[in-house]
C-alpha cells in the first residue's frame, strides 16, 4: 500500500507529518530532536535545583524597584496553573494576566479565579475587542492554513511582553516546556511570533479594521527583548515536571478542577484540536503530546497507542462545538463546509517573515541565550 502510515517505533509521531525521517531502527528525527533539547534546556536534580536558586534571586533583585517581580501568564490550564504555584512557593511577587479572547470555558476562568485567590496573587484579565478579534479568527479560518490559533498566541506574547516593558517588569515567567511540548512539527503549527502573516491573512480576507488586536512587530522583539532586556523563563524546565503529579497536586491543594485534554480550556482551542485539524488537514497534536511524555519517560508507548484508539473528544462533544463555533462566529453552514473544502494551505502561501527568523536564527538563538541566562 503506497498510502501506509508509518508509526516511530519509539514514540507515536507518524507519517502524517510530513518531514518525518526514520532511521534504520525506525526511530524518527521528533525523538532526536527531543533527546537534544532535553540536554541541552532541561536541567535536572541537583543541577536545576541550583540554576534555579540563582535565577529566582537574579528576579528578586532585578524586581525590587518595581511593583511586581515577574509576569504570569495564566490561561487556567495545568502547566500555567503549576507556574502560579511555583512562583508564589519561591516568594516572587507575580501579577498574573489571563486574556479572555471570548472562547474561555466556564471551568478555566473558575480555575484562574480560584488559584489567584489561594494563592493571592494580582490578576489583571485583558479582554480582547470581539468584533475585531472575530474577525482575525474568521480570516484565519478562510485562509486554510492549520494553525488558527496564531492570532490568540500572538496576543497573549504581545499583552505579556508589552505589560512587562510599560510596567518595568523585567522577567516573564512561562510555562512552555520541553517535557511536554517539544515534539511538534511546523507542518502541524507555524509558530505565532509572525505578525505579518497575521496582517497578510487579515487584509485579504478580514471585513473590520484592526484597532486594538495587541501584536509585535520585529522592531518591538528587538526593543523589548534585547534593548529592554524582558526576560523569558521556562521555569517547568528547570523542575523535575511531571504532568499527572502537578495535576494531581492542583486538585488536592488548591481548588483547581481538570478539563480533559491538553489545552482544552478553551471551547476554540478544543474545536482547533479535535475537529479542524483531524477533519481538515488529518494531523492529530495528541500525537505530539504523547510523544513527548512518552520520550520524557511519563507514559509507555503501549499506552500512548491505545489512548490514540479513541476520538480526541467524544463525538457528541465536537459536534457541540462545531456547531459553537460556526454561531459564534456568524458563518453559516454553508461558508463553513465551504472553510473545510477549499485546499489545504499553508502560511507559505502568504506573505511572511519565515526567511527573516530563519536567516537571523543564529542571532534569535543567541538572543535567546542570553535572554533566559542564569546568572
Ligand atoms: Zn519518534
Known amino acids: 500500500m503506497i498510502n501506509e502510515t508509518i508509526v516511530c517505533t519509539r514514540c507515536v509521531m507518524d507519517s502524517t507529518a ?41 528576579i528578586k533583585e532585578k524586581g525590587k524597584n518595581s511593583d511586581y517581580d515577574c509576569l504570569i501568564g495564566l490561561s487556567g490550564g495545568v502547566d500555567s496553573s503549576y507556574v502560579a504555584y511555583l512562583v508564589k512557593k ?40 470581539w468584533k475585531e478579534f472575530k474577525d482575525i479568527q474568521t480570516s484565519f479560518l478562510k485562509s486554510s ?26 522577567y516573564i515567567i512561562a510555562g512552555n516546556n520541553v517535557v511536554t511540548e517539544s515534539i511538534m512539527p511546523e507542518s502541524w503549527l507555524y509558530g505565532s511570533k509572525d505578525s505579518k502573516l497575521i496582517k497578510a491573512i487579515h487584509r485579504k480576507f478580514g471585513k473590520v ?6 501584536s509585535l512587530t520585529t522592531f518591538n522583539y528587538i526593543d523589548y527583548l534585547l534593548v529592554r532586556g524582558i526576560r523569558w523563563v521556562p521555569i517547568l524546565n528547570y523542575i523535575s515536571f511531571k504532568k499527572d503529579e502537578a495535576k494531581k497536586f492542583l486538585m488536592e491543594e488548591l481548588g483547581w478542577r481538570d478539563y480533559g ?14 475537529y479542524y485539524l483531524p477533519e481538515k488537514f488529518g494531523y492529530d497534536l495528541r500525537k505530539s503530546y504523547l510523544s513527548a511524555m512518552i520520550c520524557s519517560g511519563q507514559m509507555t508507548r503501549e499506552k500512548a497507542l491505545e489512548e490514540l484508539l479513541n476520538p480526541p473528544a467524544p463525538k457528541e462533544l465536537l459536534n457541540q462545538d462545531k456547531e459553537y463555533v460556526i454561531k459564534k462566529l456568524g458563518l453559516t453552514q454553508h461558508e463553513f463546509e465551504q472553510i473545510l473544502k477549499v485546499p489545504n494551505k499553508t502560511f507559505a502561501d502568504y506573505p511572511n517573515r519565515d526567511s527573516l527568523w ?10 535567546r541565550k542570553w535572554i533566559t541566562r542564569v546568572g
Open 358 to 367: 530563519r536567516r537571523f536564527n543564529w542571532f534569535v538563538k543567541i538572543a
Open 261 to 274: 485534554g491538553k489545552h482544552y480550556e478553551s471551547i476554540f482551542t478544543r474545536f482547533f484540536h479535535a
Open 90 to 129: 519561591f516568594g516572587l511577587r507575580a501579577l498574573a494576566i489571563h486574556l479572555d479572547n471570548g472562547w474561555n470555558t466556564e471551568l478555566a476562568v473558575a480555575n484562574v479565579e480560584q488559584l489567584v485567590k489561594r494563592l493571592e496573587i494580582d490578576l489583571k484579565t485583558y479582554v480582547l475587542d
Open 145 to 170: 492554513i492549520s494553525n488558527i490559533e496564531i492570532p490568540t498566541d500572538h496576543a497573549i506574547w504581545a499583552i505579556l511582553i508589552k505589560t512587562a516593558g510599560k510596567m518595568r517588569i523585567p
Open 209 to 214: 479594521k484592526l484597532k486594538t488586536y495587541p
Open 18 to 58: 510530513r518531514e518525518i525521517i526514520f532511521d534504520e531502527n525506525g526511530v524518527c528525527n521528533f525523538c532526536k530532536y527531543y533527546d537534544e533539547v532535553r540536554t541541552k534546556d532541561l536541567y535536572q536534580d541537583d543541577i536545576g535545583k541550583q540554576k534555579l536558586e540563582a535565577l529566582i534571586k537574579q
